[in-house]
């Protein structure tokens, strides 16, 4: 009986450590949501992804779907990155586990390090953006 009760007495502090709490990190900084569309030379994007990051937080992935987005957002001044992808060709049976290698394919301004689009988000605020993206 006593080893029964030591073992509850430790797994449940330890369930409620693994599995409690919101899924926003702890001491992440605040969301709001945000929604807005993306076009590429005048064009809807039809699918793909728009990553809106502040500094020393991972950014939150939104999905592009026939031009548009919605979801939540840090607060702040935001870097906002672009990513479509198209997928290549399917690998040698046996080779990478069988799925095909994925290729993004937004002009280099859009993404990484150097994008030049950002975002204010404000908490409370209207926060509906417009990206109108360029081939050239």
Known sequence: ???SCVA???ALPLAWLCGCGSSKPQGGPPTANVKGTVTLDGKAIPAGEVHFGVTGVPPQVLEIKDGAFAGEAPVGKNKVEVFVYVEGPAPPPGKHGGERSKTNTTPEKYWGANTTLSAQVDAGGA????F????R
């Open 1 to 3: 009986m006593p080893r």
């Open 8 to 10: 509850v007495c430790l």
């Open 127 to 130: 926060n509906e953006f417009k």
């Open 132 to 135: 109108a993206l360029t081939s």
